[in-house]
């Protein structure tokens, strides 16, 4: 019963590990970039529409933001359900698609809560030469994200994959006080 029980915990405290992994990759990029509050969501695998529990905790989210000062912009990066490609990988279109869905279907719910200022960034594309050139901010955010490790690719997803973002979105709320 008692190495029963010590599995249990090993268990427990090994996936505790693996999300704050994940999400402290997340807040780092958040972070870097200066973000006041960063939200990660996760899909349930081919589904790009949020559940009314993750509209809740989004709308928690901005909310809070808002107590604090201005809500100057939101970003959201968007994954389908496998990683950000290697820089010579790419993804399907349906893999584009659903990041597609995702991003519009978080964008439009920021609308109704009267969020004017969206940015979208597809995480199945890594940024194109034009991009690179001028370092616009969809370069810059993607950069952050990989440097941050919030944008592995399937060969750095670690043990478990505990740091994988597939299948996410990350929502970074920017305030001005």
């Keep these: 019963m008692e190495k029963k029980f010590l599995r249990i915990v090993t268990a427990l405290t090994l996936l505790s590990a693996v999300n704050a992994s994940a999400w402290t990759n997340s807040q780092d990029a958040g972070n870097m970039l200066g973000a006041t509050q960063v939200k990660e969501i996760t899909f349930e695998k081919n589904k790009g529409i949020l559940t009314d529990v993750q509209k809740i905790e989004l709308r928690t989210a901005i909310n809070e933001a808002a107590q604090i000062g201005k809500i100057a912009e939101v970003k959201i990066l968007a994954w389908s359900d496998k990683e950000y490609p290697s820089p ?48 616009t901010s ?19 997803t670690g043990l478990f994959d505990n740091k994988a973002q597939a299948s996410k979105s990350i929502v970074m709320i920017f305030i001005t006080k």
């Design 88 to 135: 010579t990988g790419k993804q399907s279109r349906d893999d584009v698609k659903l990041a597609q869905k995702r991003l519009k279907d978080i964008k439009s719910y920021l609308k109704d809560l009267k969020v004017s200022e969206v940015g979208t960034y597809n995480m199945t594309e890594r940024p194109n030469a034009l991009q690179k050139l001028f370092h």
């Design 138 to 156: 969809t370069e810059k955010v993607k950069k952050t994200a990989e440097m941050a490790g919030a944008a592995p690719t399937a060969d750095q």
